[in-house]
């Protein structure tokens, strides 16, 4: 049997910081945005701390850029080029981005330029955004240095994003209503009202599952959900971005609540700042098998 040499690589919509790729190993391939006119690559550029001040600050709200091609196809030819057998891709959501369906463009013409290159290249739909499926790259990174197959990694992920959930509640709704995703009307009116939406993505479809009034209620609402849709016992992520304060109040409610800590604490960046703005609380999980 011919020994594997596997190369891991994912987007930095993943959310996984240029320390941790480079500690894992992860090639990454990052993010264009231009923010007031000036373009940027996202942890390239600036950190997400930067980001969020970066975001309050700009006079017109960022654009974003998918993967082009020939960007990925340039990763295909550098890593075979250094001798991996098999180089496992998992991207941001198919439903929320091209990236996935330019990256099965570039592997398409990768194998018509070079007939004789037989590294294998398998691509993964990350069906979501942030640590819904960064976390599993990050934990495919770690079964990898345990001797992890390319059949087992491509397993793995392939069950974590399937099941991936993504939760969030945004602490104002200007950049929630900037980004288009509720109407400047609703927005004004939750304002008013005291309504924070509690928004979910699963396979990169959003929806409000409910508008919770006072903020002293989203962490008892959360951990609510959280307990209601996780599968028992599988770990978890919190998400936080420019204010901690309330993201460490919910992971000693939920580790209080399921009996066990969250696995990380995750910075979001500018694909969920971008719409939901700096300042969130959030998490993802692995969903159970009977949830819609």
């Known amino acids: 049997m011919t020994t594997q040499k596997i190369k891991l690589m994912t987007d930095s919509v993943s959310d996984i910081s240029k320390e941790q790729a480079e500690e894992y190993g992860i090639h990454m391939l990052y993010m264009a945005i231009t923010v007031d006119g000036q373009g940027y690559r996202e942890e390239l550029d600036f950190t997400k701390e930067k980001f969020y001040k970066m975001i309050a600050e700009c006079r017109e709200f960022p654009s974003t850029a998918q993967q082009t091609p020939f960007e990925i196809q340039e990763a295909y ?38 007939p004789n290159c037989t590294m294998r290249i398998h691509l993964v739909d990350g069906r979501n955004y942030t640590a819904a499926y960064g976390y599993p790259v990050l934990e495919a990174a770690k079964k990898l240095k345990n001797g992890a197959s390319a059949e087992e990694l491509v397993e793995y992920l392939d069950d974590w994003t399937s099941h991936a959930g993504l939760y969030f509640v945004p602490k104002t709704l200007k950049y929630v209503k ?11 009116a ?17 929806s409000v599952l409910q508008k919770i009034r ?3 209620n989203v962490i008892p609402k959360m951990v609510e959900v959280v307990k209601n849709d996780i599968q028992p016992q599988s770990p978890y992520v919190i998400l936080t971005g420019c204010d901690d304060t309330m993201s460490k109040a919910f992971g000693e409610a939920l580790t209080k609540a399921l009996g066990y800590p969250p696995e990380y604490y995750w910075n979001i960046g500018a694909a969920i700042c971008c719409n939901a703005g700096p300042d969130v ?5 692995k969903r159970k098998d009977n949830l819609d």
Do not use: M
């Not at 098999?86 to 099965?104: K, P």
């Not at 008013?192 to 993505?201: A, E, N």
């Not at 609380?281 to 999980?285: D, H, K, N, P």
């Open 77 to 114: 030819e550098q890593i075979a080029a250094e001798g991996y057998t098999d180089l496992i891709y998992t991207t941001i959501g198919a439903g929320g981005s091209g990236t996935y369906a330019n990256a099965e463009y570039a592997r398409e013409q990768f194998q018509k330029e070079h």
């Open 178 to 188: 900037r980004s288009g995703r509720v109407s400047a009307a609703a927005a004004f």
């Open 190 to 206: 939750g304002e008013l009202l005291g309504l924070k939406p509690f928004c979910r993505i699963v396979n990169c479809k959003s």
């Open 214 to 216: 006072g903020e002293q």
């Open 281 to 285: 609380v959030g998490f993802a999980i």
